[in-house]
């Protein structure tokens, strides 16, 4: 009877969870075959789930007709510059908030959740006024410092758990040995939070490469654009162009699986290892 149960609870779990991977994985598979579709048999009905012939038309329109590789060349650029700038400057936060006391600690950390409940369009007009001011509209340097301004709070929370789970005496010990407080920092420290410090980066990175209110507001030219902008752009009043916005769906969430597939074991790593106090 138990060795019944246990069958009916495998087979239970294995359909819902064979479920959950249907629903998660169609949508990606709906888009690569819309983007592999003609224009026109996009739209033909019977819907063809797997179609006869397979078209590069889409992707090749893309970047022929729309500046799609400078769309995809700034959001590297702005998403990376920005998430390994907010990494750098988040780990030296978390690492004064972990390792030190001091009188306005409680409300720095406070300050840095409530910016977390507050939604970024909310702030758009007096940032645009500030950006505006300071001549740093449709500038990708304007971007990318709003964009470290919004990756730091979290990150600096999330690398401070991290901080909090290397003992104390490790970094004594270095000291001891005769390194600086940064020597211990960056040569003891930084190398056993490897996993934390690639799971902040690809956290900052994925968030910046996303955005999309911030870059619509701040950026105006195509030269700056960004690609989820050029996305926003494929839907107008009266059309939606489904070929080409699958083609740049596509290519868009390409460089985010890439990354996750080559630091998915670090990623792991450091989200158990901030989760679980040492």
Known sequence: MIGKESTAGRA???????LWLLF??????????????????????????????????????????????????????????????????????????????????????MAALVTQMIPTFIALGSLYLLMTDLKMVDNRLGLILVYIAVCIPFCTVMLRGFFEN????????AM???????????????????PGIVAAFIFNFVNCWNELFLSVTLMNSDSNKTVPTALNGFISSFNIDWGSMSAAAVLTILPTMVLFAFASRHIVQGLTAGAVKG
Do not use: C, Q
């Not at 239970?12 to 064979?18: H, P």
């Not at 290397?166 to 010990?173: G, H, K, M, Q």
């Not at 407080?181 to 040569?187: P, V």
């Open 12 to 18: 239970t779990k294995f359909t819902f969870l064979g």
């Open 24 to 109: 998660t994985v169609f949508p990606l598979y709906w888009i690569t075959i819309t983007s592999l579709k003609a224009p026109g048999d996009i739209f033909a009905f019977p819907i063809a789930y797997w179609p006869e012939h397979f078209s590069l038309e889409n992707y090749s329109g893309l970047f022929g007709k729309a500046d799609f590789g400078v769309y995809l060349t700034n959001s590297l650029i702005i998403a990376t510059v920005a998430a390994a700038i907010a990494t750098v400057i988040s780990m030296l936060s978390a690492y004064v908030l972990a390792r030190f006391e001091f009188r306005t600690k409680s409300a720095l950390l």
């Open 176 to 194: 001891i040995d005769g390194l600086s407080r940064f020597g211990a920092l960056f040569k003891v420290l930084l190398p056993v939070m490897r």
């Open 166 to 173: 290397i003992p104390d005496a490790l970094e004594e010990a």
